[in-house]
């Protein structure tokens, strides 16, 4: 398994960030562990708000660099961990958005994800045409989409009206999963907020 490497250019004393990127980094830990430790930097982002801002090339360039793996589908171990993976990686981007939000404007830290939207969305676009997705990474996938739209508004728009985009949200509607629906129902409100605009 590869190991996702970053450079840490933090203070010695963000040690817990330190110990997540080492264990990321570490090539014996078992992948298993990687997408928990991927949806944990979206918790610190919440739990410390837009504090999390310094973290934020460090961790954008290790979700990043997950994001790029590619998997064998007919290796059903690899493609369960790369659906976990996914998710974790989309978790965590929730949990930064959440977390760079800051009802005082001059908190606020969300311009620093602005230039990374593109490529999150993309990521989704790829979840979006992935036939042999999990559940869980749909309903995830939707609820990142609608975090985005409903924390940057109409100045999202470019980025969002793309195909894809409107088949996730239609699959998540469609969706048995009453979770799955909801998230899809509320993120396709937002949408339609951002399209009336």
């Known amino acids: ?26 090539a014996n830990l078992h992948q298993s562990i990687k997408p928990s430790i991927l949806s944990t930097f ?24 997950a994001s790029s793996a590619n998997v064998d589908k007919n290796d059903y171990e690899m493609w369960d961990y790369f659906n976990e993976l996914r998710e ?18 001059a908190q606020n830290q969300l311009e620093a994800l602005r230039p990374h939207l593109q490529i999150i969305v993309q990521l989704l676009m790829g979840v979006s045409e992935d036939k042999d997705k999990t559940e869980s990474l749909t309903t995830a996938a939707c609820g990142l989409l609608g975090d985005i ?7 999202v728009k470019h980025l969002v009206q793309f195909d894809g985009i409107s088949n996730l949200l239609a699959q ?19 949408m339609k907020k951002i399209n009336a605009l």
């Not at 739209?149 to 100045?155: E, H, I, L, N, W």
């Open 1 to 26: 398994s590869s190991g996702i490497n970053a450079e840490w250019p933090l203070r010695p004393g963000d040690k817990l960030m330190e110990l997540l990127v080492a264990a990321l980094s570490n």
């Open 42 to 65: 979206g918790d610190i982002a919440m739990a410390i708000g837009p504090a999390f801002v310094k973290y934020l090339p460090v961790v954008v360039h290790i979700l990043q660099q």
């Open 88 to 105: 974790g990686i989309i978790e965590a981007y929730c949990g930064i958005v959440q977390g760079l939000k800051h009802d005082d404007p």
């Open 149 to 155: 739209v409903s924390t940057y508004g109409s100045s």
């Open 172 to 190: 998540g509607r469609r969706s048995r999963s009453v979770k799955t629906k909801h998230t899809a129902t509320w993120a396709s409100k937002e």
